[in-house]
């Protein structure tokens, strides 16, 4: 059942900002605890899972405001969650040398390149990180590289260029609020006056 809000257009706007923020704030958030334990993680992944369902719900039923809110939600949340760590390393980051303490292969086994995890040092400090470009099946323990390093460690390290800076992860996510924000205006106001217009029908037909 489809409860009629007295002010659709300014609801919807707000609905799809607020998910659109939701997201983004879950990808900041992913960058920032990098280092937390795993549940972080899988919290900012439901966050943006329940706020594209918002999105996706605010078009129905429009195919193409749906698709078009889903497809805006998805590309926001991964541009936010790799541009943020890309953009802080970027503007601040520092090339220092990495030193491999200890290395975790997938199975048991040197012959995989899935989910490789490498236990660093980095100027005193240690972590882990996954999927570093340079943590892979031949990495052993001793082993030494260059890594782009936050020295607040706000975010987790690169072994590459950042290739998103401020500049523009910026106004590409203001472009994607302001997007969310129309399309979700639009669509409640839309699923609104089909619902109403349903109604009096409904009500014509009777005797």
Known sequence: MFL?????????????????????????????????????????FLVDFGAIAVLVTLGIPSVARAVSSLLIGILLAIGVQNGFRSAVLDS?????????????????TYTSSDNHNCKLEVQ????WVQNLGECGPATRPGDRFEVLHDPEDLVGVASGHPPITFAILIPGTAAALLLLTVLGARGLRVRTAETRAAAHRVADRRP
């Open 4 to 44: 009629e809000p007295r002010r659709p257009r300014a609801l919807g706007a707000v609905l799809g900002l607020g998910a659109g923020v939701a997201i983004a704030g879950a990808g900041v958030g992913y960058d920032v605890a990098h280092s937390a334990p795993f549940y972080y993680g899988l919290g900012c």
């Open 92 to 108: 601040r980051g520092e090339w220092v040398t990495a030193t491999v303490i200890e290395v975790r292969h997938p199975h048991s």
């Open 124 to 127: 005193g400090d240690t972590f």
